[in-house]
């Protein structure tokens, strides 16, 4: 059987490619800033802030992974970087002989504490000083209606 495929039109194509572009070049230019001013990767700087989300700074391998939306191969060998550079450690986990937990070092949190107020004047520099409040509330309105979407579909 033949599946018809759902072009875009016109007008969708215009702002999936602009949103593509967008998120590209923001995030090749927030990345670059990140290494130069803080030495950290984009990478790092995620793993660094969803360690400093959760209570006692410790997260499981696979949720971090999964919230990160990363192979497990991939989070495997970040993570092992980054324990050479002393910012997380690998923590057995007791209930789960199989199990693990990422937890953030000092050294971590001194790295993003440092980097964040830089990060967050990038952010504003590049983004947020050029769309309106308005823009920002149906911004945040999609993007929350799509990543429900997308949660909801992985389950």
Known sequence: MEE??????PEEQLAWRGFVRLHERLGGRLGRQLQTES?????????????????EGRQRFLDLAQSLEWEKSRMSHHISRM????????????EDGRGAFVVITDAGREAIEAAAPRHVEAVRALFLDHVTPA????LADISDRVVGKLDEDSS
């Not at 018809?4 to 039109?9: C, K, M, P």
């Open 39 to 55: 030495n950290m990767s984009s990478a790092d700087f995620a793993v660094l802030v969803e360690l400093t989300d959760v209570p």
């Open 135 to 138: 823009e920002l509330r149906v």
């Open 4 to 9: 018809t495929v759902r072009w875009l039109t």
């Open 83 to 94: 324990a050479k550079r002393g910012l997380v450690k690998r923590e057995e986990c007791p």
